[in-house]
């Protein structure tokens, strides 16, 4: 099968969950200290994507500089009910409590700020970030989170060397929502060269 290289990393152009899902945009996790760029993570977004393109009918004909800077299309394709799949391939290795950490601390605040930050996603998120907990990051490790046609649910499964899948099924519209957001999310999103690559290939196929 066709594989696509970023930073070196092959992912496939198809995964199938339930249906084949393309891989439709790709990307790193990095951050600059004093001039050295470090790279955490290699990004792969999946999509049904004829589905996906169907739900984002209203941008036909944006150009990608104009969809990065719409917020509202980045809404649309986290809202859409359409299967999507984030495949984040490890490239430099930390403990897996501080992505869990990161992670817990940018859903929260997204949550926070739009008051739905209750119990109940108090409680799930806990669980996502336990989950991580005892995990290690070595580089090639794989982590995946699989969002179903129905809204809600996050499947987690991370996959490293010597060690069998562990896996974690997270039911909460609202924490579902605000993990695809921090991955997709424009401008606010961790990762900026993902979000520009969806831009760009959504500018292309919906212009097709």
């Given amino acids: 099968m066709d594989t696509v290289e970023v930073e070196g990393i092959p992912f496939p152009q198809e995964i199938t969950v339930s249906k084949p899902l393309s891989l439709l945009a790709n990307g790193i996790t990095d951050i600059e200290i004093h001039f050295l760029q470090i ?23 944006k150009k990608a500089e104009e969809l990065l800077q719409d917020d509202g299309f980045f809404q649309a394709l986290v809202s ?3 299967e999507k799949l984030l495949r984040i391939v490890v490239i430099k290795e930390i403990k897996g ?5 990161q992670l817990e601390s940018s859903v929260r605040d997204r949550l926070v700020s739009v008051d739905k930050y209750e119990e109940d996603e108090e409680e799930a998120l806990e669980k996502v970030t336990e989950f991580f907990q005892s995990k290690y990051f070595k580089p090639n490790s794989v982590l995946t989170f699989h969002f179903p046609t129905t809204p809600g649910i996050a499947e987690i499964s991370f996959v490293t060397e010597g060690k069998g899948e562990a896996k974690l099924t997270m039911e909460n519209k609202n924490v579902a929502e605000m993990i695809q957001k921090w991955y997709l999310g424009g401008e606010s999103a961790v990762s900026p060269t993902t979000v520009k690559s969806l831009a760009d290939q959504f500018a292309a196929l919906l212009s097709a």
């Fill in 39 to 61: 790279k955490y993570n290699a990004i792969g977004v999946y999509l049904e994507k004829d589905n996906a393109l169907a739900h984002l009918e209203s941008w036909k004909s």
């Fill in 80 to 82: 859409a009910s359409v």
């Fill in 97 to 101: 409590s501080q992505y869990g950490v």
